[in-house]
């Protein structure tokens, strides 16, 4: 599970989260805070979901579990909790053998199909059976261009033009993300092409060594596009604090990878369920601190800056 090359995309991500501090703020009345908060049209009890991860076969090693388990666990344990899991893809997959979009199907379309920038043809024939399994919305990570895996097994990955974006979110009547964002003109060509939701994201640092963290680049983008598209962010999160953080630099919500993998090769759906539980409750806990009643409220403020 670890990042490219040196690591060091994968340790700035968290060293970014780091770097920023929260301004806690006690005084006023007593309250509860509250985490709900809408994606896509769909309440959903936090914005915290779990991000498109895959190949769990190549990891766990004597307690590996299927990549269907996988699957599984992190759609119906999100379902369970009241957000929505990711699923991606990897060349383990193919129209056959989509296990995430089973799990979606089976969790009466609870959740979301990210599928890897191969051929237009191939990602759409993803995409058409996703909306058979009655998906929330499809994607691409835009970052898997320069997968080696993929093209060692002879499944083709390319970079993809505002045109190609175009084509695929005019191809499907599900809400169209493209994920894998790090540069703001990157992000701003997204949204051109119609992306309903973009996501900030070097893919937990793994597609690139030496990238910066995503909270660095973040607010660039928010600037840039707040309000013109829906802003995700990943890597590096790890509890509700670094959430707060995320969504005070103007994400709308967040993906998080690796700890969920390791809930559910560790607890399946249960295991899934509690860790996002935990994300909750730890996310408002920091709101309860920072004198953040809902979601909406968050802003900038509550980040300690010595100016
Ligand atoms: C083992 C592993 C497999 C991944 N597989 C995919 C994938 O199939 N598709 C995708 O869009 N992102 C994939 N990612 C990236 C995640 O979606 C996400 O961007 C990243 O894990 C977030 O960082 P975090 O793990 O620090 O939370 C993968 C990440 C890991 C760790």
Known sequence: ??????????????????????????????????TETTFLGKKISMPIMAASVTGVNSFGGDNAITE????????????????IGFRGDTYTYSLENS???DAIAEADGW???????????????FYKKAEKAKAIAVGIDVDG??????????????????????????????????KGLMYAEDAKKAVEAGAD????????????????????VLPKVVTELKGKTTILVDGGIRTGYDVLKMLALGADGVLIGRDVIRAAVG??????YRIMDHFQKTLKKAMKMTA????????????????
């Open 1 to 34: 599970m670890g990042g490219a090359g040196s690591g060091a995309s994968f340790t700035n991500n968290v060293k970014a989260l780091v770097k920023l501090k929260l301004l806690m703020r006690v005084v006023g009345k007593q309250f509860e805070p509250t």
């Open 197 to 216: 939701v973009i996501v900030v994201s070097n893919h937990g640092g793994r597609v690139l060594d030496h990238s910066p963290g995503t909270a660095e």
């Open 99 to 101: 296990f995430g979009i």
């Open 68 to 83: 269907k388990e996988l699957c599984r666990a992190i759609v119906l344990g999100c379902k369970k909790a009241g957000t």
């Open 267 to 272: 607890g399946g759906i249960d295991g899934v």
């Open 111 to 125: 959740g979301i199909k990210i599928v890897k920038p191969r051929e237009q043809r191939v990602i759409n024939d």
């Open 292 to 307: 953040c009643k809902t979601i909406q409220e968050i802003s900038s403020d509550i980040i300690y800056s010595e100016a």
């Open 145 to 178: 261009c320069g997968s080696l895996i993929m093209a060692k097994h002879g499944k083709h990955v390319f970079n993809k033009t505002i045109d190609d974006l175009k084509e695929l979110k005019k191809a499907t009547k599900l809400p169209f993300i493209v």
